[in-house]
């Protein structure tokens, strides 16, 4: 209680999530008829899969439907024909993938992207949407990359701020208040034009937009199941009280609307919304525009040099170890020896407020780093031995890389890319590895 009388707006907090517990109760009594009528709805239209988020079971459920004929429930998506099925299709599709924001640590997560997802889909065209800042040097990274249909390296400038974002935005939460929302935003957004620009020029539409951060670390594949018509998939857990925006995937049509997060606002104000972080107005936006959304545990995290509290209050923030088994689901990671694992693990995380920054940690898939501190000495030997040999020959190349080398793969990856939006890389290499300290 105390805490209550300390700290109004959490226990706001608290209050509507209690509500939105009710709604639960009420989602749950009418998701039967529900399904039973998209059922119908389904049979008589076409064949495809439509996946489930089954409240009853921490696992996802698939429900298959062939055109007027058999209904498979629940079949597990890990069915290898069906998803060797769903692959195949999604090898014929035109799939963009959006890559966002600063490079920081991108000789960690840069080969991972390429790994795990550039190259699971080789069809898929690459747009990356980045400020400059002196760790844009490490995107060179990314000349490897078979298929680079945009790159937009951009000076940072002050965003300003309307009315309407005032009204709709909160700064609490936030590192660099509202004008680190509208940053965000126009990262996200901005790679949405990209993707439309090429699309108007090129004169075809894209079937899947793949929505993911620069500073992802991805452990394993993304997987075909998570292509879902109709739907945005995001992962659970880090929904700080809306939705985990981390991460998204969706068909065209919904990936534009996830996707618009500054030019969505006024939208957002005309439907009375007020006092939104980045997490309840992503969620905002894809309700009042009726988009449905799904939830699937992804295998990522997002890395970070932040400094938490250790172990973590009911609004503090996990760091997962690396070498979690995972999936984490986008939840804030660093390279660590885990100092709390088992049934220590099972403590931290009961504690946290399910609605804010916990994130699901069932079968032993997170273990925790006391992030208290900067990252830990040796923390490169760690990070080689998870990651294995090839990601770790990748983080050394850029740990020794030298200017003119820079230089170089600047000029390699600007010449396979369609739309080339950047300051020379001279200008990129050299603030970076010129007199300013490295990392
Ligand atoms: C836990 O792991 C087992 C085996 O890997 C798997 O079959 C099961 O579905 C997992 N359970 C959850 C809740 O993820
Ligand atoms: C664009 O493609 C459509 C069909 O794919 C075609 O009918 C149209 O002529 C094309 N337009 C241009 C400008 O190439
Ligand atoms: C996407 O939206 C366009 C226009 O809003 C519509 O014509 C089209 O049918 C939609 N496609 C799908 C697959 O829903
Ligand atoms: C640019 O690409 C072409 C082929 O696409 C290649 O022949 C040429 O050597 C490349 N130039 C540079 C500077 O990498």
């Known amino acids: 209680m105390t805490n209550i009388l300390r700290n109004p707006s959490k226990f706001l907090h608290r209050c509507s999530k209690w509500i939105s517990d009710l709604n639960l109760k009420k989602l749950l009594l009418i998701l039967p008829p529900i399904l039973f009528i998209v059922y119908v709805f389904y049979s008589s239209v076409g064949g495809g899969t439509v996946a489930v988020f089954n409240p009853f079971s921490n696992s996802k459920s698939t429900i298959s439907y062939v055109p007027g004929g058999e209904y498979d429930f629940p079949a597990r998506f890990a069915d290898e024909s069906e998803k060797k099925r769903k692959k195949e299709e999604l090898d014929r599709s035109r799939i963009a993938v959006c890559l966002v924001g600063g490079a920081r640590r991108f000789e960690l997560t840069g080969p991972s992207i390429i790994q795990k997802i550039l190259k699971v889909y080789p069809n898929s065209d690459l747009f990356l949407h980045s400020p400059l800042d002196s760790k844009a040097y490490k995107l060179s990274l990314l000349k490897s990359v078979r298929r680079i249909a945009g790159v937009r390296i951009f000076r940072p400038q002050n965003i300003p701020e309307t009315e309407s974002q005032l009204r709709v935005l909160t700064a609490q939460n936030s590192p660099n208040g509202i004008q680190g929302l509208l940053q965000y935003f126009n990262l996200v957004e901005g790679c949405l034009t990209m993707i439309q620009d090429y699309q108007k020029q090129n004169n075809f539409t894209y079937d899947w937009i793949v929505r993911t951060r620069v500073d992802g670390y991805?452990?394993?594949?993304?997987?075909?199941?998570?292509?879902?018509?109709?739907?945005?998939?995001?992962?659970?857990?880090?929904?700080?009280?809306?939705?985990?925006?981390?991460?998204?995937?969706?068909?065209?049509?919904?990936?534009?609307?996830?996707?618009?997060?500054?030019?969505?606002?006024?939208?957002?104000?005309?439907?009375?919304?007020?006092?939104?972080?980045?997490?309840?107005?992503?969620?905002?936006?894809?309700?009042?525009?009726?988009?449905?959304?799904?939830?699937?545990?992804?295998?990522?995290?997002?890395?970070?040099?932040?400094?938490?509290?250790?172990?973590?209050?009911?609004?503090?923030?996990?760091?997962?170890?690396?070498?979690?088994?995972?999936?984490?689901?986008?939840?804030?990671?660093?390279?660590?020896?885990?100092?709390?694992?088992?049934?220590?693990?099972?403590?931290?995380?009961?504690?946290?407020?399910?609605?804010?920054?916990?994130?699901?940690?069932?079968?032993?898939?997170?273990?925790?780093?006391?992030?208290?501190?900067?990252?830990?000495?040796?923390?490169?030997?760690?990070?080689?031995?998870?990651?294995?040999?090839?990601?770790?020959?990748?983080?050394?190349?850029?740990?020794?890389?030298?200017?003119?080398?820079?230089?170089?793969?600047?000029?390699?990856?600007?010449?396979?890319?369609?739309?080339?939006?950047?300051?020379?890389?001279?200008?990129?290499?050299?603030?970076?590895?010129?007199?300013?300290?490295?990392?």
């Open 218 to 439: 991805w452990s394993s594949p993304l997987g075909p199941e998570n292509f879902i018509p109709g739907h945005y998939l995001v992962p659970p857990g880090s929904s700080y009280g809306g939705l985990n925006d981390r991460f998204g995937v969706g068909d065209y049509n919904t990936s534009v609307i996830a996707l618009s997060r500054l030019s969505m606002i006024p939208q957002l104000d005309l439907a009375g919304r007020i006092q939104l972080n980045s997490e309840s107005a992503f969620k905002a936006q894809l309700t009042t525009q009726q988009v449905p959304y799904l939830t699937m545990r992804l295998p990522f995290c997002v890395v970070t040099d932040r400094q938490y509290e250790f172990p973590p209050s009911h609004y503090g923030v996990p760091v997962a170890a690396l070498s979690s088994r995972g999936p984490l689901s986008g939840a804030k990671c660093r390279p660590c020896t885990p100092a709390c694992t088992g049934s220590c693990v099972e403590v931290a995380m009961n504690r946290l407020d399910k609605g804010w920054s916990w994130t699901d940690w069932a079968n032993n898939s997170l273990e925790l780093c006391d992030a208290r501190a900067e990252w830990e000495s040796g923390w490169e030997r760690v990070f080689d031995r998870v990651a294995g040999k090839k990601l770790a020959a990748a983080r050394r190349r850029i740990d020794g890389m030298k200017l003119d080398q820079c230089v170089r793969e600047f000029a390699e990856m600007k010449n396979k890319t369609s739309h080339w939006e950047a300051p020379s890389g001279t200008e990129i290499c050299s603030l970076g590895l010129l007199d300013s300290p490295k990392r």
